[in-house]
């Protein structure tokens, strides 16, 4: 059936590109039934046959301890299809982002696909709220950096995508101040086409930093990691940086998340330490060491 249904929605937003289409997934999974329309139209009928669409794919994705098959919509595999500017993929933490996105696709002049990566706990979580302001006189964000950090004092540039954001926050509200004026918690919103422009600016504005943090909830061998790290890599070496780029998140696994909830808050909660000080949660272990849960 999400064969059947993307397929018309597809065709849909390519008879009239005045539509907002949008297809939505009850949970970001529910997409792997419609790949043959993914591969073969969505991510390719640009360039072969020069078919514009505008198509929206709303996919809950993100790990909230919901087992395996309710976790992940498989962003690794959007991120390997992307290449020429064929479409877009954004992984949003405010209702304005989502606005402004959503709004861009009608407003623009020309029409692109647009994959929404879109966590269900971010709708009813509190500090997931934006200003009025933000909606009528702002615009869509690639890139969000840290307002609230002093950047003479940041030592390591945190970088994520979606809500593990919120959970990096609250983690670093509880190290003692000293510690916590170290990193910077920048969000990178659209990570297709990657936003090498505006992480440029962010980068070096931290004179102090020595190194970076990739920070994903998806296992290592799945998410964003492969694709951002040589982007990430090419644009420090650009700047004339030598700052690493570490990897804090889960190991690689064969299974995109545990179907235990208790497992899966040990996990989340010794991600987001090694991200904030690079050492295991639980063991103290430093990044990079090998682990077992």
């Known amino acids: 059936s999400e064969f059947a ?6 065709g849909n937003s390519s008879s009239d590109p005045t539509f907002l289409t949008i297809w939505e997934a009850q949970f970001g999974d529910f997409v792997n039934g ?32 919901q087992g395996p098959e309710h976790s992940s ?19 949003m933490t405010t209702p304005a982002q989502i606005f402004h996105a959503l709004r861009r696709q009608v407003k623009r002049d020309f029409r692109k696909p647009l994959i929404v990566m879109s966590p269900k706990s971010l709708l009813r979580h509190p500090k997931v709220v934006s200003k009025i302001t933000d909606f009528t006189e702002g615009t ?3 890139v969000i950096g840290d307002a609230t950090a002093d950047a003479k004092k940041v030592e390591r540039i945190v970088l994520c995508s979606g809500k593990v954001y919120y959970d990096l926050e609250a983690a670093r509200g509880e ?3 000293a510690q916590a004026e170290k990193i910077a918690l920048v969000r990178i919103e659209q990570l297709y086409p990657f936003p090498k422009h505006k992480l440029a600016p962010i980068f070096k504005a931290y004179k102090s930093a020595k190194e970076i943090v990739w920070c994903q909830e998806e296992p290592k061998n799945m998410g964003s990691w492969f694709f951002t790290k040589p982007r990430l ?5 650009e700047m004339g940086l030598e700052w690493p780029v570490r990897y804090a998140g889960r190991d690689e696994r064969a299974s995109p998340a545990t179907g235990s909830e208790k ?16 050492k295991s ?8 060491a090998k682990k077992k849960v």
């Open 175 to 177: 190290l003692d101040k």
């Open 5 to 10: 249904v993307m397929g018309f929605e597809y």
């Open 73 to 91: 919509a498989r962003l690794e595999r959007f991120l390997q299809l992307c290449a020429q500017d064929n479409m877009q993929v954004v992984n």
């Open 233 to 237: 890599d090419e644009l420090v070496e």
């Open 34 to 65: 419609a790949q043959i329309i993914i591969d073969q139209f969505i991510s390719s009928a640009e360039q072969k046959w020069q078919r514009m669409s505008g198509l929206v794919l709303l996919l809950p994705h993100g790990y909230e301890g």
């Open 263 to 278: 497992v899966h808050i040990y996990e989340q909660k010794d991600l987001v330490a090694e991200a904030l000080t690079l």
């Open 140 to 142: 869509f964000q690639e």
């Open 281 to 288: 949660a639980k063991s103290g272990v430093t990044a990079g």
